[in-house]
């Protein structure tokens, strides 16, 4: 069973703002589960939207690459192949 912890701990653990998590959910980048009225968030999961966090705010990459990055990507999710997977990703085009 996976490590889930209650949706505004993850929050305040990544030091975002609820918002922003339930806007990566809606891109399809997050899995949330609703139990008893209450939301949660698996620990991959907060993992992940970390990393979201770091290419948005540290990568300074918009939401069309971000999305890029993590459909070439699997955990453990690293920032060196960043501009690799970008670049191989504007050739096609």
């Known amino acids: 069973m996976p490590d889930y912890r209650t949706f505004s701990s ?12 339930v806007e990566f ?16 968030l698996a620990a991959r999961d907060q993992y992940k939207a970390k990393y979201i966090l770091h290419l948005r705010q540290e990568r300074r990459l918009n939401d069309e690459e971000i999305g890029i990055v993590l459909a070439h990507q699997d955990p453990p999710y690293s920032s060196k192949d960043v501009d690799k997977i970008l670049g191989l990703e504007a050739q096609k085009k």
Do not use: P
């Open 25 to 40: 959910r809606n891109k399809g980048w997050l899995n949330v589960v609703e139990r008893n009225g209450s939301t949660f």
């Open 10 to 21: 993850a929050v305040a653990q990544l030091g975002t703002r609820e918002e922003v998590l």
